[in-house]
């Protein structure tokens, strides 16, 4: 179990590195389904704690449209772009993944 899980752990390491090495990226963040963020490549924890609590609300309400809409389908990626960043939002079962970019810097 523990190899398992330990190889599991290192898979999402080494996907977390590749996106943050993507041109434009500003971080990434892993939230839990309390909205908690449990891993993330911000310095500034105000920011990591802001968006894991806004994107994980906005994630749930898209995902409530989206059953509304049809009880049969999910949400399964959500995009938001504004004037200064690009949000991706990766919605699982257990966890969110935020990634956030600046989409001048993007290629």
Do not use: C
Not at 29 to 41: L, P
Request: net charge neutral; aromatic share 6%; proline share 3%.
């Amino acid at each position: 179990f523990f190899l398992h899980l330990n190889n599991k752990m290192s898979e999402v390491e080494e996907t977390l590195k590749r996106i943050a090495g993507h041109q434009g990226v500003v971080g990434t963040i892993v939230v839990n389904k309390e909205g908690i963020a449990i891993k993330s490549t911000f310095a500034d924890h105000a920011a990591t704690v802001m968006y894991s609590s806004l994107i994980s609300q906005l994630a749930a309400k898209a995902r409530s449209v989206v059953r509304d809409i049809d009880p049969q389908d999910d949400l399964t990626f959500l995009r938001i772009r504004s004037k200064k960043h690009e949000i991706m939002i990766a919605p699982d079962k257990e966890y969110i993944l935020i990634v956030i970019q600046n989409p001048s810097e993007s290629s």
